[in-house]
């Protein structure tokens, strides 16, 4: 038998911190916390502004699930503080794209099912963004490597590769001049379906004999 | 030709993708309902002893902190251990949360402490002091391997493995022989998602709870019988999950402890675990194993024996399938299986992808390898050679097994008939080249499901059912069935999961979701078709006066006589003509006592058969997957996309058990010490290279009316064996025990 | 983690006074790691200090045909600058070869010196470490010491120093700049770091209060003739069990310069200009650097768990001089899994 006590504080704070104002600006739109000195940009984004598309997957810097893009760099939310991040210009997924207009990695990501349980994917996708940003990487080893900070455990990640190589093959394509644009299922013809065929307007099909 | 609402066995892109992509799919950590508090739990640095004290005091008096929650001050809950068995627990005693001093196992939640914030909350928990009495622990496997033993009790529908024949008369009769004992450590699933609770306080013990979990069924009966509350007060919701692979078959403790302290305080209450207490609790097992297998002259097997030894905690026995594949995968007169467990001062071990077979096929999978070599025959032609057309197990024919078409479509995707078979014979500049093979077994199994269908006065057709959608792609296939059976664009079509208030489904898990959930679609959407037809004779509609169900079909949108497709009515004008909002169905596939002791008439299964190549540095020793053919029979596949999905992810799990996964205890401290994703190993994207899935075509009308086998564990069986036997293959190094880090092959 | 109050610095000598004016004080610069250690309580500073906004993030040529890094430019835009990457090819890859993306675009080149170790022990607060907590024994020998050291270890601790760059610094013969209480002065890379000896908890000769402002490399980049190689248990984004930066000046195939370091070996980058003189004079010949890798692993004691990297180091080395070699040849098969995009 021996005894075993947590070990103490070396230096416990005579009293707690004061919460402190932190003004952020995130997707365009400028926010006023009051918040805790130690309260990371993580979780700063997901308690304090419900922008709970940036997930937390290890809060420890070794998944990748919780990056966002600063000032278009891409970066892992839960070790930085949001009071370090002053004047940065943040973009979370939250600001990648809309229902109605998806981001062509967003896009990409649906067409190549790049993802399953779609935990990681929001960090995948904006990492993939800064790697657009970044402009390093063009072949598939590079984009595999760069692609490296961001785990994925349902193991999407040959359907994460394409999806990558298809934005990047587009986004060179579109450099290069050419009138190429991201593919997309036609989302607004499929609606159109759906109510012609509720509201018995389309032509008859031949059923299976 | 295929009708424009043909949904079934197409490609057709995640209906929850735009949530996913976006970020709008919310999962258990972030409902933020409004005055939440947020707790956070301390953990238990000692593997066994007691808690000596707990000074609380510094702590409470920090403003914000609204409650510390130890064994001391949290009430008895339920008296009886059967109040805290959920529907997958093992036989013994379930572990309860905050209940008494004893510590079991390190990283024991000892504490929770609530505070208005969970910057506060996490900071409290830094300065908790708790003192402890350590008590000697056990927790090396290999040491009490004399000491284990035969589990009477496990998991509901647990058998033990079955001998047949004599396998000593079997060993003696072979003339070519193999033996060899494989290990593996303890693996945990580590979700991306980590387990979290959010427990909204609606007044009068009413809450509506948020939990990662992947049965919200299972979570509601335990929260009510822990708690005695009634289902109408415990609402449970899993709209998205994080990743399951079986970390949430059982209620883990943070839902008890969001329960508890929301019923205390009567506020709302958010527990989340910590990455490092994702190694608190289930887990796959260490499991040490022996297989000997013999040979005739010709290569059939004569005998063959499997015993496996697995470690489960002092307090449940966890038991899995380890060994029983065995006397099924192959033919053979003479088989011995034995199974033992190993008290240990762990948590409970938990069903982790493919329980049981993910190990046992490592062990088997490297031995069949083994065999061949000692035999003087490629690896696959050996298995082709002992391949099994009737179950000898069971004593029953397979409903279907196309098996042999995943060995001939896998290995001429792979090009496997230009492999030389010497060790080291095969090179790609300095670097060895290694193709080894494996395949695997799985049960193609179906549970009761309740599922409705609705049909509103727009066209909508709401499909609903209590399942889960842990990434398996459930949403998506319960859309294309339904809206195939109703005719429906799947536009048109909504299915609804995740929630108590839905019909009754079982929890997600066992590879018989798309099986148990989706034949249940169907039959809801026949009684709805029904119902329509019904309504339409109630109309002014001669068309249909005399049809009976048989006469129409439901497509584009509309009823149409079969027997005059031009004839057709549009399923919306008869939900307006029935004057009600909406027309519902519902189906009930929950078995009958009769019906459940009937004894089945088939032996139902998945299969695969995978072909994996290595590179391996000759100097460095460094290993690297480059490409694999991972060729799968599971009946029907409704969807080639998402399940094509769930395959790959196989692949890369078999390839991380295979080079980098382990839970690495420290045994002088009873803890495991890289409880973190930055030693706990698992691939990343530049691990990964190329990958192939094959559907083998496969048609089973036995195993269920849609002929779904599932697919979401087979495709993981015989990859970590496969990656070995490539391994072997390329350097001639024969490693049995994973997973095989470089140090293994220097 | 620990309740702590936070200034975002302006000026250096400001920082400085801030530092000298709160007890357990810490600077933060990108934060990649003191967050972390904050989060497990292994740091608890009570005042942070911001350095972001001191200017300390240029890049630049020096008079002498060198190069200065400000110690807030990130490890990714110290990688990408386009000086380093035709200059010193070697840090660039030893840089890329370390953490992630994104935690290459937030970590700093200062902080990159200040990484503590990852060993499970010591950021375990159940189990007892001599870094953490002086004279409470090491956890570390006698456990799981796949990560720990074989060089230079004490008995008090077996610690590795995580970083890849600080290899390359070391191969390079960088110069730490800081300024503190007393004013600015210099440190030569290989006297930044300490072994652990007797006082395990100290990484580094850094006085207290002291800030690093900038590191400078001198002009020989060796651009010509390197290799950074590094053996992990996964393919990216994992701690090194062995890195070995090698750079080499070739007359002909006669060696007229080596630099030898490595990492993931012991409780600093590890240089040794013993072996770099067995090389110097030699043909570049794998009989070299056998010998060379034989030398540097003279006095390597393995842990246990960790016995396998003294065969390793010695094969990581003779295949980076390998490499260093044949740069301007056509590269063998094996450099698509070895070496690092």
Do not use: M, S, W
């Given at each position: 038998m021996s005894q075993f006590t947590q070990p103490t504080l070396e230096r416990p704070p005579m009293a707690l911190a004061p919460t402190q104002a932190v003004s952020l600006n995130i997707n365009g739109k400028a926010h006023t916390l009051q918040i805790a000195p130690w309260t990371t940009l993580l979780d700063a984004l997901?308690?304090?502004?419900?922008?709970?598309?940036?997930?937390?997957?290890?809060?420890?810097?070794?998944?990748?699930?919780c990056t966002v893009l600063v000032d278009g760099k891409r970066i892992n939310s839960c070790l930085s503080l949001a009071v370090m991040q002053e004047g940065s210009e943040i973009q979370t997924i939250e600001g990648l794209g809309s229902e109605d207009n998806l981001s062509p990695l967003q896009q990409a990501f649906i067409d190549h099912d790049a993802f399953q349980c779609g935990y990681c994917t929001p960090g995948q996708i904006c990492s993939a963004q800064g790697l657009l940003n970044e402009g390093r990487a063009t072949t598939e080893a590079e984009v595999r490597e760069l692609m490296s900070g961001n785990l994925c455990r349902c193991g999407a990640y040959s359907n994460i590769l394409s999806a990558v190589m298809e934005v990047l093959g587009n986004k060179g394509a579109e450099a290069a001049g050419s009138q190429a644009t991201p593919k997309k299922e036609s989302k607004e013809g499929a609606r159109q379906w759906a109510a012609g065929a509720a509201s018995q307007s389309v032509p008859p099909v031949e059923p299976a004999k | 030709m295929s009708l424009i609402t043909d949904y079934i066995g197409k490609p057709t892109s995640r209906v929850d993708g735009p949530a996913k992509v976006l970020g709008t799919a919310k999962y258990a950590a972030e409902f933020n309902v409004p005055n939440l508090l947020y707790g956070y739990v301390v953990s238990s640095p000692i593997a066994k002893g007691k808690i000596t004290k707990i000074d609380s005091e510094k702590v409470r008096a920090l403003p914000g902190v609204q409650e510390v929650f130890t064994h001391e001050n949290v009430p008895n809950y339920a008296f009886l251990d059967r109040s805290y068995k959920d529907d997958v627990a093992p036989g013994g005693s379930p572990f309860r949360p905050l209940h008494d001093a004893e510590i079991k196992y390190s990283l024991q939640p000892v504490a929770l402490i609530v505070a208005d914030t969970f910057e506060l909350a996490r900071y409290a928990a830094s300065i908790l002091h708790i003192e402890y009495e350590e008590a000697a622990h056990e927790t090396e496997l290999t040491k009490h391997i004399d000491e284990a033993y035969e589990p009477g009790r496990g998991k509901t529908g647990y058998k033990p493995p079955k001998s047949r024949g004599n396998f000593g008369r079997g060993w003696k009769e072979g003339v070519a022989h193999m033996e060899g004992q494989f290990s593996h450590h303890a693996q945990h699933h580590n979700p991306m998602e980590m387990f979290a609770s959010t427990v909204e306080w609606l007044g009068d013990k009413k809450l509506n709870i948020y939990d990662k979990t992947q049965g919200v069924f299972n979570s509601q009966q335990y929260v009510n019988k822990v708690f005695g509350l009634s289902k109408d007060q415990a609402r449970v919701i899993s709209k998205y999950t994080g990743g399951g692979f079986g970390s949430g078959l059982r209620p883990q403790y943070q839902l008890f402890m969001a329960v508890m302290a929301s019923l205390q305080l009567e506020r709302s209450v958010r527990v989340s675990l910590t990455r490092q207490q994702m190694f608190s609790f289930g887990h796959r097992p260490e499991t040490l194993q022996h297989v000997a297998l013999a040979t005739a002259a010709d290569g059939s097997l004569t005998g063959m024996n499997h015993f496996a030894v697995a470690e489960t905690s002092q307090f449940e026995d966890f038991t899995e399938n380890?060994?029983?594949w065995t006397g099924t995968l192959y033919d053979c007169k003479n088989v011995k299986l034995g199974y033992r467990l190993a008290k240990l001062d762990v948590f409970s071990p938990l069903d982790m992808r493919a329980p049981g077979a993910a190990s046992g096929s490592i062990a088997l999978e490297i031995a069949m390898d083994e065999m061949a070599y000692a035999a003087g025959l490629d690896p696959l032609e050996f298995r082709i050679r002992n391949y099994s057309d009737f179950d000898q197990a069971q004593n029953l024919p397979y409903s279907s097994k196309a098996l042999r078409k995943c060995y001939a479509e896998g290995a001429a995707k792979f090009g496997w008939e230009q492999r030389t078979p010497e060790p080291g014979s095969m090179r790609d500049g300095n670097l060895l080249v290694g193709w080894g093979m494996g395949g695997g077994i799985w049960d193609a199994s179906k549970q009761p499901a309740v599922v409705k269908a609705s049909l509103d006065a727009d066209g909508h057709l709401t499909v609903s059912s209590g399942t889960n959608d842990i990434g398996t792609g459930t949403y998506t296939i319960m859309t294309q069935i339904a809206a195939e059976s109703m005719g429906l664009p799947i536009e048109a079509v909504t299915f609804v999961l995740g929630d108590t208030t839905l019909p009754e489904s079982p929890l997600q898990g066992g590879s018989w979701t798309a099986a148990s959930v989706g034949n249940s679609v169907v039959e809801a959407c026949n009684k709805l078709g029904e119902a329509l037809l019904k309504q339409a004779q109630k109309m002014d509609h001669a068309t249909f006066k005399d049809a009976k169900i048989d006469d129409v079909q439901f497509v584009n949108g509309q009823m149409r006589l079969r027997t005059d497709l031009t004839q057709g009515i549009v399923l919306r004008d008869i939900v307006q003509a029935s004057g009600e909002p909406k027309m519902e169905a519902e189906n009930s596939t929950v078995l009958t006592k009769l019906e459940m002791l009937k004894p089945p008439k088939y032996s139902m299964h998945a299969h695969n058969a995978v072909f994996v190549e290595v590179k391996v540095d000759p100097d460095l020793m460094t290993v690297h997957v480059t490409r694999v053919v991972n060729a799968v029979a599971a009946g029907r596949i409704i969807n080639p996309k998402t399940a094509r999905s769930q395959v790959l992810g196989s692949v890369v799990w078999g390839i991380s058990s295979a080079l980098m996964e382990e839970s690495v205890m420290d045994h002088r401290f009873g803890r495991y010490m890289n409880h973190n994703y930055a030693e706990y190993h698992v691939p990343v994207n530049a691990d990964i290279h190329d990958i192939d899935v094959i559907f083998v075509n496969e048609e089973d009308d036995k195993v269920n009316p849609l002929g779904i086998k599932g697919i979401g564990e087979v495709g993981l069986l015989g990859v970590a064996a496969a990656v070995a036997n490539a391994i072997y293959h390329a350097t001639g190094k024969r490693v049995r025990d994973l997973p095989i880090t470089i140090d293994k092959l220097l | 983690m620990n309740s702590f109050t936070f200034t975002q610095a302006t000026a250096v000598e400001a920082a400085v006074q801030d530092k000298a004016a709160h007890e357990g004080a810490a600077y933060i610069g990108g934060g990649t790691n003191l967050i972390d250690l904050m989060k497990e309580n292994v740091a608890r500073p009570t005042h942070l200090i911001g350095?972001?906004?001191?200017?300390?993030?240029n890049i630049e040529n020096t008079p002498d045909g060198g190069l200065r890094l400000g110690a807030l430019a990130t490890n990714a835009d110290t990688a990408y600058h386009p000086e380093v990457e035709k200059r010193y090819p070697l840090l660039n890859q030893a840089i890329l070869a370390g953490a992630s993306p994104q935690l290459r675009n937030m970590a700093t080149d200062g902080g990159n010196l200040m990484q503590r170790t990852r060993c499970y022990y010591f950021y375990d607060l159940a189990t007892p470490c001599n870094k953490r907590e002086p004279g409470s024994g090491c956890s570390a020998i006698g456990g799981?010491?796949?990560?720990?050291?074989?060089?230079?270890?004490s008995e008090q601790c077996i610690a590795t120093h995580p970083s890849d760059m600080c290899v390359a610094l070391a191969a390079l013969d960088a110069t730490v700049r800081v300024s503190g209480p007393n004013g600015e002065r210099t440190i030569a890379f290989e006297d930044f770091h300490r072994l652990p000896g007797n006082t395990p908890e100290r990484d580094n000769n850094l006085e207290p209060g002291e800030l690093i402002t900038g590191l400078d490399l001198p002009a020989?980049?060796?651009?010509k003739n390197f290799s950074y190689l590094k053996l992990r248990d996964r393919t990216s984004y994992a701690f090194a069990l062995v890195s070995v930066a090698a750079t080499l000046e070739l007359d002909g195939t006669t060696i007229k310069d080596a630099r030898l370091a490595l990492g993931g070996v012991a409780h600093k980058p590890w240089r040794d200009k013993a072996a770099e003189a067995l090389l110097?004079?030699?043909?570049?010949t794998a009989d070299t650097f056998r010998r060379a890798a034989a030398k540097v692993l003279e006095g390597a004691k393995g842990q246990g768990t960790n016995n396998f990297k003294i065969e390793l180091a010695k094969r990581a080395i003779v295949r980076a001089l390998k490499q260093a070699t044949e740069m301007n040849q056509a590269l063998d098969a094996t450099a698509f899994q070895n070496s690092n995009p």
């Open positions: 997901r308690e304090y502004l419900d922008l709970t598309g940036t997930k937390k997957g290890c809060d420890h810097g070794q998944c990748g699930a | 380890v060994v029983g | 350095l972001k906004n001191l200017g300390l993030d799981y010491t796949r990560v720990h050291a074989i060089l230079g270890t020989k980049g060796f651009e110097i004079g030699q043909p570049a």
